[in-house]
């Protein structure tokens, strides 16, 4: 089973900035569309962005975050980060990172995705 194991969460001020990182062990790291999730107490998982496999590398973003957010990916690492820019406190949440493995069109559901990480935390104060 391939794990997912992100980082870079934190405490910080609104309009800070915060980089995720989502490493996977698995070898077909680059054959995957990968994205991020985010959930709040008492609602829902999100969608925040994903990103294709390696051979398009295209990207997929919420309203919430364009402009603000970043997603990457570099397969020599098995890492995909997550840039976080101007936070404000409403992006308070846990973040996922998901792996998807149907080989299709990046998805924007939970449903789409097949393998999660543990989540991190991430708290913007305003």
């Known amino acids: 089973q391939v794990q997912l194991v992100e980082s870079g969460g934190g405490l910080v001020q609104a309009g800070g900035s915060l980089r995720l990182s989502c490493v996977a062990s698995?070898?077909?790291?680059?054959?995957?569309?990968m994205g991020w999730f985010h959930q709040a107490p008492g609602k829902e998982r999100e969608f925040v962005t994903g990103?294709?496999?390696?051979?398009?590398?295209?990207?997929s973003y919420a309203d919430s975050v364009k402009g603000r957010f970043t997603i990457s990916r570099d397969n020599a690492k098995n890492t995909v980060y997550l840039q976080m820019n101007s936070l404000k406190p409403e992006d308070t949440a846990v973040y996922y990172c998901?792996?998807?493995?149907?080989?299709?069109?990046?998805?924007?559901?939970?449903?789409?995705?097949?393998?999660w990480g543990q989540g991190t935390q991430v708290t913007v104060s305003s």
């Open positions: 990103i294709s496999y390696s051979g398009t590398s295209s990207t």
């Open positions: 698995g070898r077909t790291f680059s054959r995957y569309n």
């Open positions: 998901a792996e998807d493995r149907d080989f299709g069109i990046l998805p924007r559901t939970v449903s789409g995705y097949d393998n």
